[in-house]
Structures are given as structure tokens and as C-alpha cells.
């Protein structure tokens, strides 16, 4: 068998089962095949130190733009968060500044307390309670006309208290308790039914949800019922939600 | 199974394989050390260091017999690589369970005097590039006489015989002159 190309084949490892036999009686028999064996793997591991060397230089360049793309994109990251933070904070007074100015004037436009029609104060009213809560609602103290109205709804002996007591809230800027008192569909009377609504609907504009109460006051100007015309007036400078 | 590509890739020196290769693993294989207890800047240097041991386990044909996937080979020879660092140091490596294989990843598995290689490393680098591209050809890339006419780099197979035999002749008698010297 060729020495020389036994030797070839194991640099390959393309040495066949036979070849690879020989090979080893070789290298324990034949000092000279085993150092020309040692001389061409010699060869061999030092071309590849060689490559290793300028591979391992190579690497560190490869790590130093991984480095810098990783620092730009860190940098393009932290640009994009911040651009995103600016304008959601930018809707967000977009959405709760410019609004509420644009629904309170709206509001402060149509609102007026709502008129005590169900207990008229007389000299002869005897009941402390109504003189005391109905002279605070129509003397605008409604912090304490509110205290003094649940207070009479409270003993269960009072009727129609709700439209007063959402009033109250709707005066005092308490929007979302007024929307649930002047809940509509809980009036049964047909005329107290569209005071209920008005008053609702104005809820729903301080509180820009400008549909609810478009829907409310459409049926107040359809029925030509409590307020209509104001409340047509209403519907024409309501913005869209 | 290594893909035929990739073991010809770390056979090469063509940049863009190697980038892309950067590219693909160093972020999950840098995580995966840290996760050992190893600090990034040294994961890197392990990193560069498993990258080099493929390129020279490419060059010994040892890749081609590798039964799992590159990433599971790469990870293991990591893992060992970080024992290694972590045992120099006379620290504990962060024992996490695993399924990679054992590798080995020292150079030499035959006998070889290191001596000698860095003599003959010394002696090529002073050689002519012709002398130095045959070696290169034939020891690395592992070319035949055949195939090395085949590309197109000699006119005919004796004249690659002819100077293949000059080139180690060359070599053979300054390594010569060196010990004798």
C-alpha cells in the first residue's frame, strides 16, 4: 500500500477499514511513515492556527458592529417609546383637555336646575324637612339641598324626588350619579318622563357622550315635548363623539 | 447532521457566511452562558472561541460525522468551553439541564509536538504565496492533485505533483537547517 497515500487518506479521513489496519501497523512499525506523519499534520495544524488567527480578528469586528447595531437599535427603540409616549400623552389631552372645555360650555348653556314642581314652599308647609331642602335647591346651595334630598328619600315618604336630586348632582358636577338617578326608565308619569330626559341628556353632553344624548334629545324634539326647542337648538351644536 | 454547506463554509473564508452565522447565534448563545453564570463580555470571548474550534474541527473532518443539529453542537461545545473558563477560575458553573452532547474540543487528538508546528507555522509564513496556496489547497480545503487542475489553478496534474513536491521539500530542509542549526 502507497505510504504516501495512506498518509493523504487520513488527513481526509477517508481512510477505509483495511487502509486504516495498515495504517496503524505503520505507525507502531515504521518510525519514518510516524514522523512523516507528524511532519504533514504539523503542516496542516499550522495552516490552521493560521486561519484561526485572522478568524479571531475577524470576530472582533463582527462583535464591534454587533455592538454598534445593538446600541443603534437600543437608541432608535428608546426614540420610538419616547415618540409613542409624546403623542398618546398628546391625545390624551387632545381627548380630556379640549373636550370637557367644549361639553361644560355646551352644558353651562342649557343647564338650569331643574323647577321644583312637586313641593312648592307656602307658609303653610309643615314639613320642616321639604322647607329646608327645597329653600337650599332654589337658593343654589346644592351640597346641602343634595344632603337634605337623600335624606327625605332615605324615610321612603317622598315622591319624585330623583329629578331634584339629579339636578343637584348635575349642579354640582357629580355627572355620573346624575346620569343614574335621572335614569328615564324608571319614570312612569309621561310628563315627568321628558324632564328626566333633558336633564339627562345634558349629563351626557358634560360628560362628551354626545351620542347618548343625541338620542335622548332627537326623541325630546320628535315628541315636541319638555324643552324641545332648546333642545333642537342643543342637537345642531352637538360635536361628533 | 451538520449541512454540507455550512462545514464548507467553515472550510472558507467567505465573510458573509461568517457574519451571518454571528448574526444567527450570538444573541441566544450569549444568553445561554449568562444564564451559566458567566458575564457577557467573557461569553463573547467563548463565543469567539466555539466559532474557531468548528472552523478547525471543519478543517479535521470531524463535522462531517456530527449527529446532532449545528445549534445543539455549538451549545455544547460552549457548555464545555464555559466549564473550562469557570474551572480556570476556580469557580462553580450554574448547573441547568440539558440534552447536549459530549464534544471534544482540544486540538490535538494525535500525538503532535507543538514545537514543531509553530516551526513550520513560522516556515510557511515566510514561503512564496504559489507554495503556500498548494498547502492550502491541499491541507485545508483538501483538495486531490485532480481537482486542484480541475479549477483551474495548474495546467496539468504533474505540474501540481511537481510543485507540491518542491513546497514540502523546501519545507522539509529549513525545518532541517533550523534543528540542526
Redesign the interface.
Known sequence: MDKQKLIEQYLTKSLTKEEEREFHRLMDSDPEFKADLNFHLGIKKALILEKEEALGSKLVGYENAYQRTKSIQRTLFRITVAAALIISMLLVVLKYNKTPVEANQLFLSYFTPAENIHYPITRGESDTLIVQAFTAYEQGQFDKALELLLLMQGTGQYEGLDLYIGSAYLAIGEVNNAIKVLNPNNVKDSLLLYRYKWYQSLSYVKSSEYDSARILLEDIVAKKAFKSEKASLLLKKLPQD | MIESEVILGFRS?D?AF??NF??TY?KDFVNFLIKRGIPETES?EIF?EC??IL??KA????L?KVQVSLKTYLFAIGKNKAFDHLKKLQKSIIYLSDNLPEVETD??S????QE???H??DK??VMGKACKKL??SF??E?LTIKEMVKRGDYENENTVSAQKSRC?KQ??ES?TIQKNG
Open positions: 473564508e465573510e461568517y457574519k454571528y448574526k450570538r463573547v469567539h466559532i474557531i472552523k478547525r478543517y479535521l473532518y470531524e462531517d486540538f490535538t494525535e500525538e503532535n509536538d514543531l508546528i509553530q513550520i507555522k510557511i509564513s498547502l492550502i491541507y485545508l483538501g514540502l519545507l522539509r525545518l
